[in-house]
C-alpha cells in the first residue's frame, strides 16, 4: 500500500476508506479528498526505519482534527 486515503463520496454521503498503491491510479473520481497518509517507504525509512507502525502511530498522533472536520463540513 503506498496512500491510506479517506473520501467523501458525495454521491452517496458515505466516508470511504481507500488503499492506493500507485501514485497515478486508484484515486476516487468525483469523491472529495478528507485525510491521506503516504505509506510508501520514502515517507518514513529515515526516521523510523522498518518500523512502519511507529510512523503510523506518530501521523494519527500529528493529525489536526479540526482540519479534518473542516475539510468534512465543506463537503
Not at 452517496?12 to 476508506?17: C, D, K, P, Q, S
Not at 485525510?35 to 523510523?48: N, T
Not at 501521523?59 to 468534512?72: H, L, M, N, S
Request: glycine share 6%.
Amino acid at each position: 500500500i503506498g496512500w491510506a486515503a479517506l473520501y467523501y463520496d458525495q454521491a452517496t454521503g458515505r466516508l470511504l476508506n481507500v488503499w492506493i498503491n500507485e501514485h497515478d491510479v486508484g484515486h476516487l473520481s468525483g469523491a472529495k479528498l478528507i485525510l491521506i497518509m503516504d505509506v510508501f517507504e520514502h515517507a518514513y525509512m529515515i526516521d523510523y526505519g522498518l518500523k512502519r507502525a511507529d510512523y503510523i502511530e506518530a501521523f494519527f498522533k500529528a493529525i489536526d482534527w479540526k482540519t479534518v472536520a473542516e475539510r468534512f463540513e465543506k463537503q
